[in-house]
C-alpha cells in the first residue's frame, strides 16, 4: 500500500483509497467497486464531506428499526467488507444482526474470500447461499436461507439497483446507505442514510449503544415519525445550499 502523509489534507480520502485497491488485490473487493467508490467520493465531497443533519436522523431511524426488528441482517459486499469491517462487527452484536455476504459480482471463491476477511475482525458471517430471492434476476437473488432470505429488516450498504424494490416485494424493510440520494436503491428504501459508510456506521454504533437501553414504545416513536421522502428532499437541498455557499467564496 502507498503510505500516505497524516499531515496530507485528503488523508482520510486517500486512505479509503488504499483500503479499497488492497481489498481488490486481496480478491475481496471487485474492481467494479473503485468506480463505484469514485461515485459515492463525488458525492461526499459536494456534501462537504461530513455527516449533515438528515443523515444522523436516518441513522437514529435505522437503529431503532434494527433494534425493533425480529430477524436484522447486515448485508454485505466488496466494498463495505474492506471500508469497515469492524463497525460491522460492533453493530451486528449491539443490535443482534446477522451479517450476509451478498455480491453482484458473484462467484463461490470470491464470497470465501469475503467471508474469511471478515471473520478475522471477530463476526460469524453467513453465505450458505441456498436460497433464491424470487423475482431478481442478478447474482444478489443468491441469499442464505437463515439470513436475509428470512429477514424482517434488511441493512444494505453501497448498491443501487435492483434488489432493494424484490426486497421491498417479499416483504421486509430496507435499510440503505448510499451518499447518492438520487439512486435506485435510495428512492426505494423505506430509510436511507445519505453519508459515507465511514462515518454512518461508526454513528450508528454509539447510537445503538444508548438506544439499546431505551423501550420498544420509544423506538417505535422514532421510526413512525421518521419520513424518508423528506430526508432525501433535504440532502438535494442541502447540496444545492452547499455549492451556492462555495460559488459565493470563489
Ligand atoms: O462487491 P459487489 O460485487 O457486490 O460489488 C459492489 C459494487 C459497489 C461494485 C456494486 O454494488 C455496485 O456496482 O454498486 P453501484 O451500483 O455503483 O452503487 C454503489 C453506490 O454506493 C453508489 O450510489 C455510490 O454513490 C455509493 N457509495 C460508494 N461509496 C460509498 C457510497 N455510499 C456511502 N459510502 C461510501 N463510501
Redesign the pocket.
Known amino acids: 500500500m502507498t503510505e500516505i502523509p497524516r499531515t496530507h489534507p485528503r488523508y482520510l480520502s486517500l486512505t ?1 483509497r488504499e483500503r479499497l485497491v488492497e481489498g481488490v488485490r486481496l480478491g475481496v ?2 474492481m ?2 473503485l ?3 469514485g ?6 465531497y459536494i456534501l462537504g464531506e461530513k455527516t449533515r443533519d438528515f443523515a444522523l436522523k436516518a441513522e437514529r431511524a435505522a437503529v431503532a428499526m434494527m433494534l425493533l426488528a425480529k430477524h436484522p441482517v447486515i448485508s454485505v ?3 463495505a ?1 474492506v ?1 469497515v469491517p469492524e463497525d460491522i462487527a460492533r453493530l451486528s452484536k449491539v443490535v443482534g444482526a446477522k451479517v450476509e455476504v ?5 462467484s463461490p471463491e ?1 464470497v470465501e474470500k ?1 467471508k474469511n476477511y471478515l471473520e478475522k475482525f471477530g463476526m460469524e458471517v453467513l453465505t450458505a447461499c441456498d436460497a433464491v430471492l424470487e423475482g431478481l434476476e442478478s ?2 437473488r443468491i441469499v442464505d436461507s437463515r439470513g436475509i432470505y428470512v429477514a424482517d429488516v434488511v441493512l444494505v ?5 435492483d434488489r432493494c424494490e424484490i426486497l421491498k416485494k417479499h416483504g421486509k424493510k430496507v435499510i440503505a ?4 440520494p438520487l ?1 435506485r ?2 428512492r426505494m428504501a423505506d430509510i436511507t442514510v445519505v ?4 462515518r ?1 456506521l461508526p454513528n450508528m454504533v454509539r447510537m445503538a449503544e444508548e438506544m439499546k437501553e431505551w423501550d420498544r414504545e420509544r423506538l417505535e416513536k422514532i421510526v413512525e415519525r421518521y419520513d424518508n421522502s423528506e430526508v432525501l428532499a433535504e440532502a438535494v437541498r442541502e447540496i444545492k445550499e452547499h455549492l451556492e455557499k462555495v460559488a459565493d467564496e470563489f
Open positions: 479509503m473487493t471487485a467494479q467497486g468506480i463505484a467508490h461515485r459515492g467520493e463525488a458525492f461526499d459486499n466488496g466494498n467488507a471500508l451478498n455480491v453482484f459480482h458473484y470470491r469475503i447474482a444478489r450498504p453501497l448498491e443501487d439497483g446507505i448510499d451518499l447518492n439512486s436503491t435510495s453519508d459515507n459508510i465511514v454512518a
